[in-house]
C-alpha cells in the first residue's frame, strides 16, 4: 500500500524558508544537508513511456560528484519501477544499450529510440523527525524547481512535501494538520504535468494515421485538401528526424504519410485539374523512389536477428558479415537521403504544396464540386471490384506479378477506406475491414519473401565482389533464401483461404449496401 | 510477488545479514520490498531501529485476527518495510500445530500482499522445524548461506535430503558461502570442492568482515554506512546473482 504523500504548494521561497522555521520550532524535525539535482526526463517521438503511464528520468546530484541515477517512474512520479546507476557524463540516449534497466525497457521502446523531453533544476531541503530509538518516523522535504528553458532558468514551483511512514501514522497527521492551518494550499498536479503544461507538449497525442472527420455533404475538393494536409503534418512532424535518424520509425512514418498522400492525389483524379497537380504528383513518386532504399535497408536491419535466428545455430554467426555489409549500405543510403530531404527541390515542393494546400480557392472541375460521400462511394466500389476482378483471375498457375499486383490494388482500396473512414458508422466499417486486413496480411507476407529474396541474391552478388569473400556467409544467405522462398509458398497457399473471406457473398454484400445508397451516420443513429 | 527466504538449518551462518542486504538491495533498485522477521531473537528488527512487537503476538497473527497489512512498519529506506518480529514467535511451532493445515499457514497469511511488493524476503530462525516446512511451502527460492565449514556443509546436506525425501520441487534453491575467509585453508579447499558437488552454488562469496559485524553497532545495511567496502559490493552482487534466477517483476 503506497501511502499518500501530500505536496502543498508555497508561493515564494522566502515564505517557504519562514514556513520551515515555524515547522522545527514546532516540530523535533532536523535538517539534513540540502542537496541539488538535475532531472532530465525521456521518451520515444510517439510517448511510449508516456501511454504506459510510464516516465524515464535520469537524476543527477550536481553538489557531489559521481552520483548519477536513471529511474523509471510511474506516471504521477509516485512510485520507483525500478532504477539503476548511471554515468553521470552520459545522456541516457548513449548509454542505454549497457544499462541495466534495458531489458526491462526494451520490449516497450524497440523500435523507437529514446529523446529527452526537458531538464529542470532541482533544490531540496530535508527534515527528519526519529523517534527514541533514533528510527525514522517522518520524512519532510522542501523542493523548489526550476525549467531550464534557451539557457535560462524559469521558476517553476516550490512545494512542501510530506512522507509519512507505514506504521507510524501519528507525525504525519500532526505535520498535515499544521500545514492546513496555516492555509496551504493541497497540490494534485505532478512536476511532469505542470512542466507539459509550460511547454505546451502534449505526450501521447501523435498520431501517425490521423483520424480525419469529414462533413459527408461537403465538397470532394474540400475533402482531399484536408486528408492531404493531415498526410503532409506527419511528414513535417517526421521530416527532422527522418534526417537525423536517431530511429528507424521516422523514416517509416514519413514515407507512409508521402504514399498515403500520393495516393490520394492519384486516385481522386478529376478533383483538381491535372496540370494544377502533376507536378505534386511527379514531386511524390520522388519521394517514394528516394525514402524506399533506406527503408527497406531499415527493414532488413530490424529483421536481421529472426533472420540468424532461422538458421541452424552454428551457421548462425556466418550472418555477419551480411549484417556489416547492410550496415555499410545504410549509412551510405541514409546520407543521400538526408541530402535529398534538405535539398533545393524538396524545400521548392514543399513550398508550392504549402500554397496548393491553404489554398481556399474551389476547384473548377466537376469532380471537385461533387458531394464527397458520392465521390467516395463510387470510387471504394470501383476499387473493391478491381480488386475481386483481380483477384478472382488468379489460380495456381498465375505468375507471381499477379498478387503483387493485387496487394498494391488492396492497398489502395484500403487507403481509401481510411480516407474516408468518417463518413459512415464505424460499425459497418469494421465488417469490411476486417477481410480486407487478412488478405492483406497474406499478401504482404508473400510479397516480403519475394523482395527480400530478390535482395538477398543482389547482396549475394555485391558481397562475392569484395576480397576476401566469406564462403559460409555465402552459404548462410542461400540457406536463407530457401527458407524465405518456403515461406512465400505457404503464403501463397493460404491465398485462397483469405480472398474467399474477401470476396464472400456477404462481404460482397456489405459493400454493394454500404457504397451504393450511401446511408447517414444521422439516420442509423 | 516473489518470496525468498533465508534460510539454513544452522544458526550463525548469515541468515540475517543475507536477509536484510538483499532487501535493501532490492528496495534500493526501486523493487516493493518486505522483510518478515521470524526470528524471536528480532536482530533483522534490531537493524531496522523498529521495535520487536507485534499486536497480539503470534496466536492473533497465526489465527488471523489482524491483516498482516496492518502490523508493517516503514523502515528508514525507501521501498523497503518491516514486518517486526515479536517474542512469542519462539513458541510459533507449537501454535502451527494447533492450526489447521499448519504448512500451508504462512503463504496463506502473505497471499493478501501480493499486489503490494514485489519481493518478500524471510529471515527464518535455524532448525528444521514445523515453521521451516511452512516456509518452504510459501517460499519460491531458498537463498542458503553456507559457511565453508564441515558442520555447515553438513547440514546443507540434511536439508538436500529433507528436500528430496519430502518431494519439496515448488522452491528453487540458491547456495552460496557466507563468512567465507580465504586465509584459512579448509575454506579455500570447500569453497573449490563444494560446488562440483551441488552445481546451485551461487558463484558470490560474501567475505568474512568487520564491515558485516558493524551492522548491529550501525543498525543499518552495510551499504549504508560503507558503501564502497567489499562486503556491500559482494551484496550487491549477490542480489543481481539471485535476482538472474527470479521472473521480471
Given at each position: 500500500m503506497l501511502l499518500k504523500r501530500p505536496h502543498y504548494q508555497i508561493p515564494s521561497l522566502t515564505e517557504a524558508q519562514s514556513l520551515l522555521e515555524r515547522i522545527k520550532e514546532q516540530f523535533p524535525l532536523t535538517e539534513l544537508p540540502s542537496q541539488h539535482w538535475e532531472y532530465v526526463y525521456y521518451d520515444t517521438f510517439d510517448s511510449r513511456l508516456f501511454k504506459n503511464q510510464q516516465l524515464l528520468r535520469q537524476e543527477t546530484r550536481t553538489d557531489v560528484e559521481d552520483e548519477s541515477w536513471l529511474c523509471w517512474l510511474s506516471l504521477t512520479g509516485n512510485r520507483v519501477l525500478q532504477r539503476g546507476r548511471s554515468p553521470v557524463q552520459e545522456s541516457v540516449i548513449e548509454q542505454l544499450p549497457s544499462i541495466p534497466l534495458r531489458p526491462l525497457l526494451e520490449p516497450i521502446l524497440h523500435p523507437r529510440s529514446l529523446l529527452s523531453l526537458f531538464k529542470i533544476s532541482v533544490h531540496q531541503q530535508w527534515l527528519v523527525w526519529k523517534n527514541k530509538d533514533e528510527k525514522t518516523v517522518l520524512r519532510v522535504m522542501l523542493e523548489s524547481t526550476k525549467l531550464f528553458r534557451e539557457n535560462q532558468l524559469e521558476d517553476l514551483q516550490n512545494r512542501l512535501v510530506i512522507l509519512p511512514f507505514r506504521g507510524y501514522p501519528k507525525p504525519s497527521q500532526q505535520i498535515n494538520r499544521f500545514c492546513r492551518e496555516e492555509g496551504l494550499e493541497e497540490l494534485n498536479e505532478d512536476l511532469f504535468q505542470i512542466v507539459c503544461g509550460k511547454l505546451e507538449l502534449k505526450p501521447g497525442s501523435y498520431q501517425p494515421k490521423p483520424k480525419l472527420k469529414l462533413s459527408p455533404l461537403g465538397r470532394t475538393d474540400q475533402a482531399l485538401r484536408s486528408i492531404l494536409r493531415a498526410s503532409t503534418k506527419v511528414m513535417d512532424l517526421n521530416h527532422q528526424g527522418t534526417i537525423e535518424a536517431p530511429d528507424t520509425e521516422f523514416l517509416h512514418d514519413f514515407r507512409v504519410a508521402c504514399r498515403r498522400a500520393r495516393s490520394a492525389l492519384n486516385q481522386l483524379?478529376?478533383?483538381?485539374?491535372p496540370e494544377q497537380i502533376q507536378d505534386f504528383r511527379d514531386d511524390f513518386a520522388w519521394l517514394s523512389d528516394r525514402t524506399g532504399p533506406t527503408r527497406d535497408l531499415d527493414v532488413y536491419l530490424l529483421d536481421f536477428n529472426s533472420y540468424q535466428a532461422q538458421l541452424p545455430e552454428e551457421q548462425q554467426a556466418d550472418l555477419e558479415a551480411f549484417r556489416e555489409l547492410l550496415q555499410t549500405e545504410n549509412a551510405k543510403e541514409q546520407k543521400l537521403l538526408a541530402k535529398d530531404l534538405q535539398s533545393k527541390r524538396y524545400q521548392k515542393f514543399r513550398s508550392n504544396w504549402e500554397d496548393f494546400l491553404t489554398d481556399q480557392t474551389p476547384s473548377t472541375t466537376t469532380g471537385g464540386a461533387a458531394e464527397v460521400r458520392k465521390t467516395a462511394s463510387r470510387r471504394l466500389l470501383r476499387s473493391y471490384h478491381r480488386c475481386l476482378a483481380e483477384g478472382k483471375a488468379i489460380d495456381h498457375d498465375s505468375p507471381d506479378e499477379a498478387l503483387h499486383d493485387l496487394r498494391k490494388s488492396c492497398k489502395k482500396l484500403r487507403y481509401l477506406l481510411e480516407f474516408f473512414e468518417s463518413l459512415w458508422p464505424a460499425k459497418e466499417f469494421q465488417g469490411i475491414l476486417k477481410p480486407l486486413k487478412a488478405l492483406q496480411e497474406d499478401l504482404g507476407q508473400f510479397n516480403d519473401c519475394s523482395v527480400q529474396q530478390e535482395s538477398l541474391k543482389n547482396f549475394g552478388d555485391m558481397l562475392a565482389k569484395?576480397?576476401?569473400?566469406?564462403a559460409q556467409t555465402l552459404v548462410a544467405m542461400g540457406m536463407l533464401v530457401s527458407t524465405l522462398n518456403q515461406r512465400q509458398a505457404e503464403a501463397r497457399q493460404r491465398f485462397q483461404a483469405s480472398f474467399s473471406g474477401f470476396a464472400s457473398t456477404r462481404t460482397q454484400n456489405r459493400f454493394n449496401l454500404l457504397f451504393q445508397q450511401p446511408i447517414l451516420v444521422e439516420e442509423l443513429n | 510477488m516473489q518470496i525468498l527466504a533465508s534460510y539454513n538449518?544452522?544458526?550463525?551462518?548469515?541468515k540475517t545479514a543475507t536477509s536484510v542486504n538483499l532487501a535493501f538491495h532490492s528496495a534500493h533498485e526501486g523493487a516493493r520490498t518486505l522483510i518478515w522477521d521470524l526470528d524471536p531473537q528480532g536482530a533483522a528488527t534490531f537493524y531496522f531501529r523498529v521495535r520487536p512487537k507485534i499486536k497480539g503476538g503470534s496466536r492473533a497473527l497465526l489465527k488471523g485476527r489482524h491483516d498482516l497489512a496492518d502490523l508493517i512498519k516503514a523502515t528508514d529506506h525507501e521501498n523497503l518495510d518491516l514486518l517486526p518480529s515479536d517474542f512469542s514467535y519462539r513458541t510459533m511451532d507449537l501454535l502451527l500445530d494447533d492450526t489447521k493445515k499448519p504448512n500451508e499457514r504462512l503463504k496463506t497469511l502473505l497471499s493478501p500482499l501480493a499486489g503490494e511488493y514485489d519481493y518478500v524476503f524471510l529471515d527464518c530462525p535455524p532448525g528444521l522445524t514445523l515453521l521451516s516446512e511452512s516456509i518452504f511451502e510459501a517460499a519460491n527460492v531458498l537463498v542458503v548461506p553456507v559457511i565453508p565449514t564441515s558442520l555447515s556443509l553438513r547440514t546443507l546436506k540434511q536439508l538436500v535430503e529433507f528436500r528430496r525425501k519430502k518431494q519439496l520441487r515448488n522452491f528453487k534453491m540458491l547456495v552460496f558461502f557466507s563468512m567465507a575467509d580465504r586465509r584459512k585453508q579448509l575454506h579455500r579447499d570447500l569453497m573449490q570442492m563444494m560446488p562440483r558437488k551441488y552445481p546451485?552454488?551461487?558463484k558470490t562469496n560474501i567475505p568474512y568482515s568487520t564491515e558485516i559485524e558493524r551492522m548491529g553497532i550501525e543498525r543499518a545495511p552495510v551499504s549504508c554506512f560503507a558503501e564502497n567496502s567489499k562486503s556491500a559490493q559482494a551484496y550487491q552482487e549477490l542480489w543481481q546473482e539471485v535476482k538472474a534466477h527470479l521472473p521480471a517483476w
Open positions: 483524379k478529376g478533383v483538381f485539374p569484395q576480397q576476401p569473400v566469406p | 538449518i544452522k544458526g550463525g551462518v548469515g546451485n552454488f551461487l
